[in-house]
């Protein structure tokens, strides 16, 4: 292998591990949003945790924060909870730095 190919066979496996932290911690962040949003409808509990799952799930198949946001303001709107656009934004930025937080804690242990 010339050193061009080994160097390029590091800058791709420097990219696929980056960008399976960052997917990671997209993962994280869905959960923790889904489970502050099933605080703010009153589910505790195993029903918390099935919600935060249903988010999750649900960024998965779509791939997006607006399919995220969307699917928290259409379950919160249809429960009559009252909710603040820019709190909901807010909260996933927030979200994400503390699930990056937590991501790379647990790489480094």
């Given at each position: ?56 799930t649900a960024a998965l198949a779509h791939g997006s924060d607006d ?16 909710y603040d656009d820019g709190e909901i934004r807010d909260k996933l ?17």
């Amino acid at each position: 292998m010339t050193q061009f190919d080994e160097r390029e066979h590091a800058f791709e496996s420097a990219f696929a591990h980056n960008e399976e932290l960052r997917f990671k911690a997209m993962a994280r962040r869905n959960k923790l949003i889904g489970l502050w949003a099933a605080g703010a409808l009153g589910k505790t509990g195993e029903d918390a945790i099935e919600y935060a799952k249903t988010v999750v799930t649900a960024a998965l198949a779509h791939g997006s924060d607006d399919d995220v946001y969307e699917k928290l303001t259409t379950d919160l709107k249809a429960a009559g909870v009252a909710y603040d656009d820019g709190e909901i934004r807010d909260k996933l930025r927030l979200l994400m730095r503390e699930a990056r937080d937590q991501i790379m804690t647990e790489v480094k242990d």
